[in-house]
């Protein structure tokens, strides 16, 4: 079996793990806004049809999920600086992994600083 050269291939690096969650969090982000677009145009068809969408949406779980789209759009926008600093700087490849985890750390600090507050409301503390 032939090898590759080096350096051609993903090897399940950052580069690819980073690329992986930065299209799940666009899928992810593309349908929020699209289900997002469908309810609320339910106020123009029927009032009381909207009011019972929103109203289920009121539920641990719609709350989590909830949590999870901010982690989603966090990530997504920061990696996007990251993937523009990769593209359109000429350092940018050879400091692409660092800026990954820059990434990762800025998101799990914004994260940490969030949830406490938006877990409190979805399961009644606060």
């Keep these: 079996m032939a090898t590759a050269p ?3 291939l993903y090897r ?3 580069g690819m793990w980073s690329w992986v969650a930065h299209r799940v969090t ?3 982000i593309f349908i ?3 289900v997002h677009v469908l309810d609320t ?3 123009r068809v029927s009032p009381e049809a909207y009011n019972a969408v929103i109203g289920a949406y009121k539920n641990p779980i719609m709350g989590l999920a909830e949590a999870g789209l901010v ?3 966090v990530f997504h926008a920061f990696n996007g600086i990251r993937v523009v600093l990769v593209d ?3 350092k940018g490849p050879r400091h692409q992994r660092v800026m990954l985890w820059i990434v990762v750390a800025v998101t799990v600090i914004l994260m940490a600083g969030f949830l406490p507050r938006h877990l ?3 399961f009644g503390g606060a």
Excluded: D, K
């Design 6 to 8: 080096a350096g051609t």
């Design 12 to 14: 399940g690096r950052e």
């Design 26 to 28: 666009g899928m992810l």
């Design 120 to 122: 409190g409301n979805v």
């Design 41 to 43: 145009s339910l106020v």
């Design 71 to 73: 982690a989603a759009i």
């Design 32 to 34: 929020f806004l699209l």
């Design 88 to 90: 359109f700087w000429s």
